[in-house]
């Protein structure tokens, strides 16, 4: 484990490595405990590197055994090695020269499952971000390409499958050893460290193929445990889906022979795009319908494209250091929202990622750990993988594509393939090929990849009768975040309408200042007045439609106007905005008088709204499902921003649920029974969006029958996930003390107790259930049998439920369930850093808690800070977080 070392890496202070690896061999020789890399490295001096510079490689608890250069064995005295790094002073005179090194590793002992590691019986890689200097010495930074070749040998039995990246060249028997065999691939495309993977073991797998474009045929495979071949049919579907539609809308084909896809239980992150062997959590590859929500599938296809988008954009096109990781995370992101908006419905996956985006990367932007999209600094990089870069980054792009429309956007990425394909490039490269095919000048939008956090943006309204003027005027603003207090006015693309008493958007006879163009308005300077002429009555205006930028907007709207654009707004993105927007305020205010020791008072008007929602037919199930949601807890305490009271903000949502429950109890007994599906299961959109509406509604009646009796019924007669899990939540978290409750949960535990993946959905659903009885059911379940702090997946399902997803239960007012989050951080941070670090982030916003809290919330990020020795990706979010 690399421990608080204090340094910080900058952004200025990049340049370029002295010596460049353009070929990189390597040859694994597998055992579980003592596995031998032999790395042979062709070195070239770069140009203007002079004559005698040191070599010097990284890595990372690594064990020498041999060096060499052109064959011959280095002298003690001409290199020093420690775990950590490699220095080679006496280098040959000559431009180029071959270094061999080989290690020993400990697969087995590698519980950071970063590097070269061994899981259930499977030997396994991780080497984004730095992973790679675990297995060899190297220089282990993106910007260095290297055209790798790979031997692996292993026991047969052990591990018949062996796969690493590229174009299988070579297999058989290790000569003189007939219980070993080996296998050989090569990767014609240059890639840099991060990008490499093994993979070896006993293993299922699902086959099939696909045909470019071009005609060129790609061998497809999807390695899993043995047994779950059959879950895997849905994500081999998601890729070849996925493979079409990078061809139609970004004209990009594959490059390989092969494509692997292998999903293991034990992984850090949800999947790792290396090239021609994508590793996955096997979340995101495994389903059917007895085991998987539609959650579940929807997650699995956006993963499987988001990964393989990555070929384009992070692989033949990656980024010259981690300063740039938006440029690949970003741009890849937006490319899979498009992907599933096009497979699925535009509208409701565009809420589904404001939702996300507003939930975890607003919060981030708001508080102590808010940074640029591009970083300017960091002490380490696992800690910057964040909502800001990946659904921030994503926003960007999105706004690109507006300023300068798709025709446009599409010759910009165009053009981006054609001048950086087998490059490590910047922000800079891409953010020029949208300036080139536009000729539009993209300096000022540049800010929004340096300038942290979200922009407010203030508006005013005035209508003149007589003139038949509507003004709006616009005022941006930007708080100083970590690091940055001195902000400039961004370029803020505003998408709007003026809508009519007809439900329909007034066209205006022309536009007086600022810069409209076409339903955009885009905002520039730090305040600007438009002035739309041949308005003959007072519209309601819709501003941000699509959400067309990622900020906080103000507008003085009644709730007579919110309603109306939650009815009319031909924007669907919009009419759930107005729509959340009123369900807020009325949240806000309830959570008020409740902690003033007041009832709640809620508006009829707002419960209509409600109603008419659930009983629109023309409405899309699923867009009604996510409007007839209430704002989550989470959702309430951010538009509070101080003095949060998790307790009072859940007593209001309560309430609030309670009175449209009683108002439409028997409309939504209707829908909720007309609703209900016959025939074979599809996780097709329509018919998730129907199990969607159907299992809201389901929460809603179960709450105002004050009885367990129809969730019971639908969780003993669910012929799926969705709908069995839907009736779980709300046994446990309505009616947890009940025998009903307990019976489902020991069946659920006997039905699917051998199942990984599902047995999380278990965990979880008991570790967010709320109030303050969840920290002894969380301390019981880390006891459980098949809890363990080995397993992420196992500990993000109670731990990171607990902490992220339970704000009661999370925050109680004793402070009790922060001292046992401590306690679990720093069990955690010892084997696996990367996650300790990120579940910390959970405590990000204490300071917007109510002061008791805020105090107990602050001792245990001190104890956490005051523990001896952390490692760096742990010592970096406490620092930051208390800073």
């Given at each position: 484990?690399?421990?608080?070392?204090?340094?910080?890496?900058?952004?200025?202070?990049?340049?370029?490595?002295?010596?460049?690896?353009?070929?990189?061999?390597?040859?694994?020789?597998?055992?579980?405990?003592?596995?031998?890399?032999?790395?042979?490295?062709?070195?070239?001096?770069?140009?203007?590197?002079?004559?005698?510079?040191?070599?010097?490689?990284?890595?990372?608890?690594?064990?020498?055994?041999?060096?060499?250069?052109?064959?011959?064995?280095?002298?003690?005295?001409?290199?020093?090695?420690?775990?950590?790094?490699?220095?080679?002073?006496?280098?040959?005179?000559?431009?180029?020269?071959?270094?061999?090194?080989?290690?020993?590793?400990?697969?087995?002992?590698?519980?950071q499952?970063?590097?070269?590691?061994?899981?259930s019986?499977?030997?396994?890689?991780?080497?984004?971000?730095?992973?790679?200097?675990?297995?060899?010495?190297?220089y282990?930074?993106?910007?260095?390409l290297?055209?790798?070749?790979?031997?692996?040998?292993a026991?047969?039995?052990?591990?018949?499958?062996?796969?690493?990246?590229?174009?299988?060249?070579?297999?058989?028997?290790v000569?003189?050893?007939?219980?070993?065999?080996?296998?050989?691939?090569?990767?014609?495309?240059?890639?840099?460290?991060?990008?490499?993977?093994?993979?070896?073991?006993?293993?299922?797998?699902?086959?099939?193929?696909?045909?470019?474009?071009?005609?060129?045929?790609?061998?497809?495979?999807?390695?899993?445990?043995?047994?779950?071949e059959?879950?895997?049919?849905?994500?081999?579907?998601?890729l070849?889906?996925?493979?079409?539609?990078?061809e139609?809308?970004?004209?990009?084909?594959?490059?390989?022979?092969?494509?692997?896809?292998?999903?293991?239980?034990?992984?850090n992150?949800?999947?790792?795009?290396?090239?021609?062997?994508?590793v996955?959590?096997?979340?995101?590859?495994?389903?059917?319908?007895?085991?998987?929500?539609?959650?579940?599938?929807?997650?699995?296809?956006?993963?499987?494209?988001?990964?393989?988008?990555?070929?384009?954009?992070?692989?033949?096109?990656?980024?010259?250091?981690?300063?740039?990781?938006?440029?690949?995370?970003?741009l890849?992101?937006?490319?899979?929202?498009e992907?599933?908006?096009?497979?699925?419905?535009?509208?409701?996956?565009?809420?589904?990622?404001?939702?996300?985006?507003?939930?975890?990367?607003f919060?981030?932007d708001?508080?102590?750990?808010?940074?640029?999209?591009?970083?300017?600094?960091?002490?380490?990089?696992?800690?910057?993988?964040?909502?800001?870069?990946y659904?921030?980054?994503?926003?960007?792009?999105?706004?690109?594509?507006?300023?300068?429309?798709?025709?446009?956007?599409?010759?910009?990425?165009?053009?981006y393939?054609?001048?950086?394909?087998?490059?490590?490039?910047?922000?800079?490269?891409?953010?020029?090929?949208?300036?080139?095919?536009?000729?539009?000048?993209?300096?000022?939008?540049?800010?929004?990849y340096?300038?942290?956090?979200?922009?407010?943006v203030?508006?005013?309204?005035?209508?003149?009768?007589?003139?038949?003027?509507?003004?709006?005027?616009?005022?941006?603003?930007?708080?100083?975040?970590?690091?940055?207090t001195?902000?400039?006015?961004?370029?803020?693309?505003?998408?709007?309408?003026?809508?009519?008493?007809?439900?329909?958007?007034?066209?205006?006879?022309?536009?007086?200042?600022?810069?409209?163009?076409?339903?955009?308005?885009?905002?520039?300077?730090?305040?600007?007045?438009?002035?739309?002429?041949?308005?003959?009555?007072?519209?309601?205006?819709?501003?941000l439609?699509?959400?067309?930028?990622?900020?906080?907007?103000?507008?003085?709207?009644s709730?007579?106007?919110?309603?109306?654009?939650?009815?009319?707004?031909?924007?669907?993105?919009?009419?759930?905005?107005?729509?959340?927007?009123i369900?807020?305020?009325?949240?806000?205010?309830?959570?008020?008088?409740?902690?003033?020791?007041?009832?709640?008072?809620?508006?009829?008007?707002?419960?209509?709204?409600a109603g008419n929602?659930?009983?629109?037919?023309?409405?899309?199930?699923?867009?009604?499902?996510?409007?007839?949601?209430?704002?989550?807890e989470?959702?309430?305490?951010?538009?509070?921003?101080?003095?949060?009271?998790?307790?009072?903000?859940?007593?209001?949502?309560n309430h609030?649920?309670?009175?449209?429950?009683?108002?439409?109890?028997?409309?939504?007994?209707?829908?909720?029974d007309?609703?209900?599906?016959?025939?074979?299961?599809?996780?097709?959109?329509?018919?998730?969006?129907?199990?969607?509406l159907?299992?809201?509604?389901?929460?809603?009646?179960?709450?105002?029958?004050?009885?367990?009796?129809?969730?019971?019924?639908?969780?003993?007669?669910a012929?799926?996930?969705?709908?069995?899990?839907?009736a779980?939540?709300?046994?446990?978290?309505?009616?947890?003390?009940?025998?009903?409750?307990?019976?489902?949960?020991?069946?659920?535990?006997?039905?699917?107790?051998?199942?990984?993946?599902?047995?999380?959905?278990?965990?979880?659903?008991q570790a967010?259930?709320?109030?303050d009885?969840?920290?002894?059911?969380?301390?019981?379940?880390?006891?459980?049998?098949?809890?363990?702090?080995?397993?992420?997946?196992?500990?993000?399902?109670?731990?990171?439920?607990?902490?992220?997803?339970?704000?009661?239960?999370?925050?109680?007012?004793?402070?009790?369930?922060?001292?046992f989050?401590?306690?679990?951080?720093?069990?955690?941070?010892?084997?696996?850093?990367?996650?300790a670090?990120?579940?910390?982030?959970?405590?990000?916003?204490?300071?917007?808690?109510?002061?008791t809290?805020?105090?107990?919330?602050?001792?245990?990020?001190?104890?956490?800070?005051?523990?001896?020795?952390?490692?760096t990706?742990?010592?970096?979010?406490?620092?930051?977080?208390?800073?």
């Amino acid at each position: 484990m690399r421990t608080e070392t204090g340094q910080t890496f900058r952004l200025e202070d990049y340049r370029p490595t002295p010596y460049a690896i353009p070929e990189t061999k390597l040859d694994f020789s597998l055992e579980p405990e003592k596995t031998i890399v032999r790395a042979t490295l062709t070195i070239e001096r770069r140009d203007g590197t002079a004559a005698g510079t040191p070599l010097i490689l990284d890595g990372d608890e690594l064990k020498l055994v041999s060096i060499a250069i052109d064959g011959k064995q280095l002298a003690d005295n001409s290199y020093i090695a420690t775990p950590d790094q490699l220095e080679i002073s006496d280098l040959p005179e000559g431009k180029r020269f071959t270094l061999e090194v080989v290690t020993e590793i400990n697969p087995t002992t590698n519980r950071q499952l970063s590097g070269l590691y061994r899981s259930s019986g499977v030997y396994c890689t991780q080497c984004e971000a730095e992973g790679f200097r675990r297995i060899t010495y190297y220089y282990d930074r993106p910007d260095v390409l290297s055209v790798y070749t790979v031997r692996v040998d292993a026991n047969e039995q052990a591990a018949p499958i062996l796969l690493s990246n590229g174009n299988p060249v070579e297999s058989g028997s290790v000569e003189g050893k007939p219980d070993r065999h080996f296998a050989i691939w090569h990767d014609p495309h240059p890639k840099p460290s991060y990008l490499f993977a093994l993979v070896a073991g006993s293993l299922g797998v699902v086959k099939d193929h696909f045909t470019t474009k071009s005609g060129q045929p790609v061998d497809l495979a999807i390695y899993v445990e043995h047994g779950k071949e059959g879950r895997a049919l849905y994500a081999m579907d998601a890729l070849k889906r996925s493979m079409r539609w990078d061809e139609e809308k970004f004209g990009r084909e594959y490059d390989l022979d092969v494509f692997n896809i292998v999903a293991v239980s034990d992984f850090n992150m949800g999947a790792m795009e290396n090239k021609g062997l994508n590793v996955f959590n096997d979340k995101y590859v495994l389903a059917d319908p007895e085991t998987a929500t539609d959650v579940d599938y929807a997650g699995i296809e956006a993963v499987i494209a988001h990964e393989y988008f990555h070929n384009w954009t992070g692989n033949r096109i990656t980024c010259r250091d981690w300063f740039q990781l938006c440029l690949k995370e970003g741009l890849t992101v937006y490319r899979d929202h498009e992907f599933s908006a096009d497979e699925r419905s535009r509208p409701v996956k565009r809420i589904a990622e404001v939702k996300i985006l507003k939930a975890q990367q607003f919060p981030e932007d708001a508080g102590p750990l808010a940074h640029p999209v591009r970083p300017r600094e960091y002490r380490e990089i696992n800690n910057f993988y964040t909502a800001t870069v990946y659904e921030k980054g994503s926003e960007v792009v999105r706004m690109i594509r507006t300023i300068i429309g798709p025709e446009l956007f599409r010759k910009g990425m165009d053009l981006y393939f054609e001048r950086h394909d087998g490059e490590a490039a910047t922000i800079e490269d891409f953010i020029k090929v949208f300036a080139d095919v536009s000729g539009q000048d993209f300096s000022q939008f540049a800010l929004w990849y340096d300038q942290a956090g979200t922009p407010k943006v203030e508006a005013a309204f005035s209508y003149d009768a007589a003139k038949e003027t509507f003004s709006i005027e616009l005022a941006q603003s930007l708080g100083a975040t970590p690091g940055q207090t001195v902000k400039k006015p961004m370029h803020i693309p505003i998408a709007f309408g003026l809508i009519g008493t007809d439900g329909e958007d007034m066209v205006p006879t022309s536009v007086e200042g600022g810069d409209v163009r076409g339903d955009v308005i885009h905002l520039h300077r730090p305040s600007e007045t438009i002035v739309f002429h041949g308005i003959k009555e007072r519209p309601v205006p819709s501003l941000l439609r699509g959400f067309s930028a990622p900020v906080n907007l103000s507008a003085p709207l009644s709730d007579d106007d919110r309603a109306f654009l939650a009815l009319n707004d031909s924007d669907p993105v919009a009419r759930w905005q107005a729509l959340t927007g009123i369900f807020n305020q009325a949240l806000l205010e309830g959570a008020k008088r409740i902690r003033g020791g007041h009832a709640p008072a809620v508006d009829d008007k707002i419960i209509e709204l409600a109603g008419n929602v659930a009983s629109d037919e023309t409405l899309d199930p699923a867009f009604r499902a996510l409007c007839l949601t209430l704002p989550s807890e989470s959702d309430i305490a951010r538009e509070m921003g101080s003095n949060v009271d998790p307790d009072a903000i859940l007593a209001s949502r309560n309430h609030f649920v309670d009175a449209i429950a009683a108002r439409y109890a028997g409309d939504f007994t209707k829908l909720y029974d007309a609703l209900k599906q016959d025939g074979a299961f599809s996780p097709d959109a329509g018919a998730a969006g129907k199990r969607a509406l159907r299992n809201v509604l389901l929460d809603y009646l179960s709450r105002h029958e004050k009885s367990q009796k129809r969730a019971t019924s639908q969780f003993a007669n669910a012929d799926n996930m969705t709908d069995r899990f839907a009736a779980l939540a709300v046994l446990v978290h309505r009616f947890g003390d009940t025998n009903e409750a307990k019976d489902a949960l020991a069946s659920f535990e006997r039905q699917f107790g051998k199942d990984g993946l599902v047995m999380d959905k278990w965990f979880s659903v008991q570790a967010s259930r709320p109030g303050d009885e969840a920290l002894q059911a969380v301390r019981d379940l880390t006891k459980h049998a098949l809890f363990s702090l080995d397993n992420p997946n196992r500990v993000r399902s109670v731990i990171g439920s607990f902490s992220a997803s339970n704000p009661t239960g999370f925050n109680r007012k004793d402070g009790a369930a922060y001292e046992f989050f401590a306690d679990t951080i720093l069990s955690i941070d010892p084997e696996n850093p990367q996650l300790a670090a990120r579940l910390l982030t959970a405590l990000r916003s204490w300071r917007s808690l109510e002061d008791t809290r805020r105090e107990h919330a602050r001792a245990a990020l001190a104890r956490i800070s005051g523990a001896g020795k952390l490692s760096t990706d742990l010592r970096d979010i406490v620092d930051r977080t208390l800073a």
